[in-house]
């Protein structure tokens, strides 16, 4: 048997979904995957059910249906005061894990380095490996998450050809200011390189913080490559509707990458969503008081059980310490939580590259009911996470 590829020979499955997988194992309250427990918005429920009886069962347009880029390019250009071209600046993908993918491939050639913050989300490494690219990663420094800006700019001395950007950040919750930002612009400029931003939590941001899109930074427009999807702000995870929004040459690019990664994302989930888009500044203004509330109860209750936590900024993810139970595996801490105590986690060392052991990762974007069920459940857990 020929040998299989070096490329992905250190790849293991991803640690957020064996979770899931483990929750569902012993019944526990599933805190680890990032999907919430309710229902999507009905006017895009209903809608769907319309779309059954109506002709969207074949094949969009390979880079997304043209009322679906020109409902995104209306609600993108009302947040970022942009105004986009629909079809020279949008491409719809399957996810924003398509679109972070279809934009590694576009820009990067083998050998090229890539700048990730750590703590960040599984797929960057993966996405830079998978490229090709070798990834450079600066540390965002717990508990406020912040960069040392001569750490970062030794980071780009290395001439990398982009930065992933992730903001509002999973897992850490920090929502990155207006002079953070300047600063990995003006670092950006400097040593020319794109910034691939993932803004998926865009409408998910806790006050007084304020989430700006890169793009529109002075000078960013052309370098910023923007992924993002409808999965978090509508609560249509499963949807896999995702998009890439970037200059008309970079755009280009990425709509061949694209159709030949997956040819298209799904014509009648596109045609349903087109209703959410279409929503008025009071559904996020909602959207934004819902998840609010849910921060506030979840963090009270780990308070209440003086549980040692990180306080988010944005996004829907919370990251417990538990370094006083001793465990020299958080892998092996979040497996016995799932068994002994009934509550699913992800272990926060899947998130850093620094050594690190002592963060587990829960998110809040379930009903208060499921909520408080998982705070119950997190009263025994001195109790039964004791190392023996």
Request: glycine residues 6%; charged residues 25%.
């Amino acid at each position: 048997m020929p040998t299989l590829s070096t490329r992905t020979e250190s790849f293991t499955d991803s640690v957020i979904r064996r979770m899931t997988r483990i929750s569902n194992q012993y019944g526990a309250v599933n805190l680890s995957q990032g999907f919430p427990d309710f229902d999507p918005p009905k006017e895009i429920l209903d809608r769907f059910a319309e779309i059954t009886g109506e002709d969207f069962h074949q094949y969009s347009i390979t880079w997304g249906a043209q009322n679906f880029r020109e409902a995104l390019a209306k609600k993108q250009e009302h947040f970022t005061g942009m105004k986009l071209d629909p079809n020279g600046e949008i491409v719809v993908t399957c996810g924003s894990t398509e679109a972070m993918m279809a934009a590694m491939m576009s820009v990067t050639n083998p050998g090229d380095k890539v700048i990730i913050f750590s703590p960040f989300y599984e797929n960057y490494g993966a996405d830079t490996i998978l490229s090709g690219a070798e990834p450079i990663y600066v540390p965002l420094n717990p508990p406020e998450f912040s960069f040392d800006a001569d750490v970062l700019e030794a980071a780009f001395k290395q001439k990398p050809k982009a930065l992933i950007l992730c903001n509002p950040s999973n897992p850490c919750g920090k929502v990155f200011t207006h002079d953070e930002l300047k600063i990995i612009a003006g670092l950006a400029e400097k040593y020319d390189a794109f910034v691939i931003t993932d803004e998926v939590y865009e409408h998910i941001v806790y006050a007084p913080n304020k989430h700006v899109y890169f793009a529109s930074l002075p000078n960013m427009r052309d370098r910023t490559i923007t992924c993002s999807s409808l999965s978090k702000t509508y609560s249509i995870t499963g949807w896999r509707l995702g998009y890439v929004i970037a200059s008309p040459e970079v755009i280009d690019r990425v709509k061949k990458v694209h159709d030949f990664l997956t040819v298209g994302a799904a014509a009648p989930l596109q045609e349903a969503a087109v209703t959410g888009l279409n929503f008025g500044d009071g559904y996020y203004a909602e959207l934004q008081a819902k998840y609010t509330e849910k921060r506030g109860l979840f963090l009270k209750g780990l308070e209440d059980l003086k549980i040692a936590h990180t306080e988010p900024q944005g996004a829907y993810y919370v990251l417990l310490d538990v370094s006083e139970y001793g465990y020299e595996s958080d892998l092996e801490f979040c497996e016995r939580l799932a068994e002994k105590v009934g509550v699913g986690a992800v272990p926060g060392s899947s998130f850093f590259r620094e050594p690190e052991n002592r963060y587990i990762r829960m998110h809040f974007a379930k009903r208060t009911e499921t909520l408080n069920d998982a705070l119950n459940r997190l009263e025994n857990m001195r109790e039964k996470m004791s190392v023996k």
